[in-house]
């Protein structure tokens, strides 16, 4: 038996969201929209009216895309032989990714890092992925990134645990830094 067939025969792996993770950006979520509502009540000041007013629509949209992924049975990731499979960007065949590599965010207070798959054909790709993959990556690309971010906050490993399977399911994938 040959690499490729081991590698082929490997069973997929899924990666479902973690409930102590997804429960948590969750509370975070409800936290923010409730200090919205409060500076929309308490009208101080022409900022706590602006703060409060981006602080409801946005952090509500996370309030119901973490509580989706808490009653949501299917899984987050998936990786096989064949690509990965990912709630938000559909289903990717290796073939269509060129190398993976890591990003960083950085704010104040930590650094979050992310997974992200450059693609041999972006717009290829864009033109028959879900919308919610296209609104991401339209909001993404000014600040240059591409259009398929894979966050592992709400998974129950590791992103260098994502990045291992990824490997092992796929031998020849480069990573690049």
Request: glycine residues 6%.
């Amino acid at each position: 038996m040959t690499i490729e067939d081991a590698v082929a025969a490997a069973p997929e792996t899924s990666y479902p969201s973690s409930v102590r993770r997804t429960a948590l950006m969750l509370l975070g979520s409800v936290a923010f929209v409730a200090a919205g509502v409060w500076m929309l009540i308490v009208h101080s000041s022409i900022k706590m009216d602006v703060g409060g007013a981006l602080a409801v629509p946005f952090f509500g949209l996370g309030v119901i895309a973490f509580a989706n992924r808490l009653v949501r049975r299917t899984p987050e990731l998936v990786i096989s032989s064949a690509g990965i499979v990912h709630f938000r960007f559909g289903s990717i065949p290796w073939s269509e990714v060129d190398h993976v590599t890591v990003r960083h965010v950085n704010t104040r207070a930590s650094t979050q890092r992310f997974i992200e798959l450059v693609l041999r054909d972006p717009a290829g790709y864009l033109a028959q992925a879900p919308r919610s993959a296209r609104m991401q990556a339209a909001a993404n690309r000014p600040f240059g990134y591409g259009p398929v971010q894979i966050s592992t906050n709400t998974l129950p490993v590791t992103l260098e645990e994502v990045l291992a399977t990824m490997h092992r399911h796929n031998p020849q994938l480069q990573f690049r830094a």
